[in-house]
Each structure stands twice: as structure tokens, then as C-alpha cells.
């Protein structure tokens, strides 16, 4: 039960987090350069023209990452475009934290003290870095994505 009421407050920390930084840039577009490109390639994937950029059909690689174009373009075929890539965004973040509080249980539990002290004092220094925040949800770029590699590598 514990961890479920962790892993709701980690939701909702980073919802609320995401909400934030969206607000204190000016409610910027969604994505920015880097992002945008990838985009074009995924929107024409999923549009059935092929991995190639705007509106040519030269098959050219731009984009930074292979999975994250592919992930953008599975979010722009079922029709969610940017806005189901700034979800999925959000659940990567989720599950990048999620990993690291396991690392955090791991280690409490080894050193036989409560974890959940430690856990929402992580949450709340992780979501309280504005520009971490920023770079892995509302630039909508692969940097989420490559988080959970590296900390999944711990």
C-alpha cells in the first residue's frame, strides 16, 4: 500500500511540476528546435511517407534518437501529435524517478531505516530543479528517454 501511495504522489508531484515550469515559461510551444525535427520525421512516418524531413522524401537521419522518433510517431499516428508526446514524456520522467526510489528503498533497507522519509525528500529536490523538469517534459526532446537509460544502468 505504501508504495502505491508513493508512486501517486510521485504522479502527481510530476504532473504538478510539469504544470509549473509550463507556466513559468510563458505556456511556451510545445517543443522546441531539436524536438521539432524529430517531429517532422515522425509526423511523416506516421503519415505513411516514410523516415525523411518535411516535405521532401530524401530518407535522411536528423533526429538525435531512433527510439524517440518512433515513440513521436506512434503519438502522431493514433492522432495525440505533440500533446501525447508531452504525456509520455511525463510517464518516462515517472519511471525514471520510479527507478531511482528503488535504488533509494534499496539502500535504506540495507541500512535497516525507513525509506519513505528519504523517497519524498528525492521527489521534492528532483522536482524542485526547474530546468531538469523543463529538459525531460515540456521540451518534448529524447532527454527524458536517455534519464531512464542512465539511471536505469545504476
Not at 41 to 70: D, F, K, P
Not at 135 to 146: A, E, S
Amino acid at each position: 500500500m505504501r508504495k502505491i501511495a508513493i508512486a501517486a504522489v510521485l504522479v502527481f508531484a510530476v504532473i504538478v511540476a510539469t504544470w509549473a515550469v509550463f507556466l513559468g515559461h510563458d505556456k511556451p510551444r510545445l517543443g522546441t528546435d531539436d524536438a521539432n525535427i524529430s517531429f517532422s520525421y515522425a509526423e511523416n512516418l506516421a503519415r505513411g511517407h516514410g523516415i525523411a524531413y518535411g516535405a521532401t522524401q530524401q530518407r535522411v537521419e536528423g533526429y538525435t534518437s531512433t527510439l524517440w522518433m518512433l515513440l513521436c510517431a506512434l503519438s502522431f499516428a493514433i492522432g495525440l501529435d505533440e500533446l501525447g508526446v508531452l504525456w509520455l514524456s511525463i510517464a518516462v520522467l515517472c519511471s525514471t524517478l520510479a527507478v531511482a526510489l528503488s535504488l533509494v528503498r534499496h539502500y535504506t533497507t540495507m541500512f535497516h531505516v525507513k525509506s519513505w522519509p528519504y523517497e519524498l525528500t528525492f521527489i521534492a529536490l528532483v522536482l524542485s530543479s526547474p530546468g531538469y523538469v523543463t529538459w525531460t517534459t515540456i521540451t518534448l526532446m529524447d532527454t527524458c528517454l536517455w534519464g531512464l537509460f542512465v539511471v536505469g544502468l545504476l
